[in-house]
């Protein structure tokens, strides 16, 4: 390798490398790993460097093997899943597309103690829900001679091998590609009392489930990935240099700070293509896009969702402080690595010849990226509550895409038909068999699985927009970045996000929604209501003013507001708490009433039915007219999106 180039490749990370450290940075890793690209293994060593942040003496370790969620039919993750996940399904009639991980090797470096006599399977979601899995082994725990008292580090030298899937389900190979996530023995989070409610300290470390994805400590990784020559690397982080070997292998190292994870790509056919974008902070960020060539022709658009996300999140919620973003496109019979997030790294999604106005590639491209705040710097708890990543994200997406296309446009502009992102979103939600089957808060595998999506993504980001439009853009911005600044970094959880708006809203809004707004969340986040309001009646007297009724269909009480036009032009707003079943009004000026809106400004966008939320007496004229005719655009819009997806 040229000196030069050398230096190109360090300086990504020079400024992280010299900054402060970020996070508290107590589960380090340095990882040797050797990829077999032949018979799609791994042989890894690693160096994990543990602090106990906890007042607590740790007298155990509990660590993921996430790997062995693949290893055969039984596991608790084939077992919920079927051995499918979206749409993807794994032929389980052959041997070699199972995966599997093991811990070859483990010593204490405090005592120079092997514990891996020691490791010891355990299933703590089956016990705790009343049943057992005993072919469950994505959860290790080893038991310690010596405990790690508060404050102290153990270091701890691990050899480990693992055998990849074939890619259904986020991590795996497919031919010659490879998704390298999930990958190595990962130690949980150690929660004291008092974090996220606990009553005594103890280990955050689930099994491995169908819908749940990933919770973990902050850390600095080193990480040296060795692969044959001619395979192109992608990897968390950036990369601290390469080293070519005489049995035709190259060595790849990498380096990131401030993170809660690592993964990692080799393919021999990737087209890379670099660029960069500059925030208000004017610390550059590199963007590498690792296309499959048969796709360069959409690299621009990657890059400019990419772009368009990274300002939108730098605007309006906090700074991005990672030097790289690495942007994977697999290979269209590898889609199950698509569409997925890792600290620094993201896979996308695409194929050939989309159009432009089918904006699936930018719509991932945005979607993974905003993890990077919510799953990174938020490191919210996906195990327990997805929400706070998948829905938040969600609702970000919403607001990006829309902002960045238009909000009648944001999602799909073909051949006449149109959907924004955030109607997408909300159309997700209403359009449930049930809205009111379950809450969105909750352990992931306790959700209804048919339903885990609407309730995780839609739900969340349609009562986010209705949040959003209760209080208004600017205190929803004020919410957010308070939220963000108080608690990247740090691990929230719901009483973390309601205690800011409990703070910010009664603030800005005074006594408005009253003092807090847990009669809000009560409802659309540890409620299973439904919000349905309808203008039933609007009658015009001769001798008196007119009146209209409002039902209240649904059992979500949300104040609301009408808007009435007058046949001479005028036209006013009206308020109601929306409590009662059914409330009358009386208009209060004099004059014939053309036609009346409930929720004109669509601020409630969790309204399951906006198709009777006008009333008119000219119905050439009607708003109702106009909605209906939207929303049924809208529903056509779905309907052949879906069918282009299948």
């Given amino acids: ?85 979206r749409g993807d399904a794994l032929d389980k009639s052959k041997p070699q597309n199972f995966g599997w991980t093991k811990l070859t090797a483990l010593t204490d470096q405090r005592t120079g103690e092997s514990l891996i006599g020691q490791v010891q399977f355990i299933q703590p979601d089956d016990r705790a829900a009343g049943t057992f899995n005993p072919d469950d082994r994505t959860v290790i725990r080893v038991p310690l001679s010596r405990p790690v008292a508060p404050g102290e580090t153990i270091v701890l030298d691990m050899a480990f091998q693992a055998k990849l899937p074939k890619i259904f389900a986020r991590t795996g190979f497919d031919k010659d590609f490879f998704l390298v996530g999930q990958w190595f023995p990962k130690i949980g989070v150690y929660e004291p009392a008092g974090m996220r409610g606990r009553n005594v300290g103890g280990w955050n470390c689930h099994q491995f489930h169908a819908h ?46 401030d993170v809660i994870d690592f993964a990692w790509t080799a393919s021999p056919h990737y087209e890379l293509i670099d660029s960069q974008w500059q925030g208000k902070s004017g610390v550059p960020v590199k963007i590498r896009l690792m296309m499959q060539p048969e796709h360069s022709d959409q690299a621009q658009r990657h890059f400019d969702a990419a772009k368009a996300a990274l300002a939108y999140f730098d605007t309006y919620l906090g700074r991005y402080p990672y030097s790289t973003l690495t942007i994977v496109d697999p290979p269209l019979r590898a889609s199950g690595a698509a569409g997925m997030e890792y600290p620094t790294f993201i896979t996308a999604g695409t194929s ?100 885990y999506g609407e309730l995780t993504y839609s739900k969340t980001a349609t009562w986010l927009r209705t949040l959003d439009g209760l209080v208004g853009r600017s205190v929803m911005d004020e919410i957010m970045q308070t939220y963000f600044n108080r608690w990247q970094f740090k691990h929230p959880n719901a009483q973390s996000f309601i205690d800011v708006v409990n703070d910010v809203v009664p603030r800005r809004l005074g006594p408005k929604y009253g003092p807090n707004l847990n009669w809000f969340f ?42 009435v036009h007058y046949e001479n032009g005028q036209e006013e707003t009206l308020f109601w708490d929306g409590k009662a079943r059914t409330h009358t009004f009386t208009a209060p000026k004099k004059g014939r009433v053309v036609w009346a809106q409930v929720d004109p400004k669509q601020k409630l966008f969790m309204d399951v039915n906006v198709l009777n939320n006008s009333y008119s007496v000219s119905p050439s004229a009607a708003p109702s007219a106009k909605y209906a005719t939207r929303f049924l655009f809208w529903i056509e819009n779905a309907m052949q999106w879906l069918a282009w997806l299948a």
């Fill in 212 to 257: 749940s994805e990933f919770y973990a400590d902050y850390g600095t990784y080193d990480v040296a990935i060795t692969t044959p020559q001619a395979f192109k690397i992608g990897a968390t982080g950036w990369q601290t240099g390469e080293t070519s070997l005489k049995d035709g292998h190259r060595t790849t190292r990498w380096h990131a700070d």
């Fill in 1 to 85: 390798m040229r000196p030069c180039y050398l230096l190109l490749l360090l300086l990504p990370g020079l400024a992280n490398a010299l900054a402060p450290p970020l996070s508290p940075r107590n589960a380090n890793y340095r990882i040797d790993v050797r990829l077999n690209t032949d018979t799609k293994r791994l042989d890894g060593k690693q160096t994990l460097t543990w602090r106990n942040t906890s007042p607590d003496q740790i007298r155990e370790l509990q660590f993921h093997m996430y790997l062995n969620a693949f290893k055969d039919a039984n596991s608790t993750f084939m077992r919920e899943s079927g051995g499918q996940l």
């Fill in 352 to 451: 050939w010849a989309i159009p432009n106005g089918l904006r699936f590639p930018e719509m991932v491209t945005v979607h993974e990226f905003g993890h990077q705040y919510f799953m990174l710097l938020l490191a919210s708890n996906e195990f327990e509550e997805a929400w706070l990543d998948e829905g938040f994200n969600q609702y970000y997406e919403g607001r990006i895409m829309d902002a960045t296309f238009g909000p009648q446009r944001g999602m799909v502009d073909w051949f006449g038909f149109r959907m924004g992102d955030m109607e997408a979103s909300r159309d997700g939600y209403v359009h449930m068999d049930n809205p009111a089957i379950s809450p969105s808060y909750g352990n992931v595998w306790q959700l209804p699985s048919s339903n």
């Fill in 522 to 563: 009560d409802q659309v986040l540890f409620g299973d209501q439904v919000c349905d309001y309808k203008l039933a009646r609007l009658t015009n007297r001769t001798n008196s003013p007119a009146t209209l009724r409002i039902d209240r269909l649904g059992d979500m009480q949300l104040p609301v507001e009408v808007l």
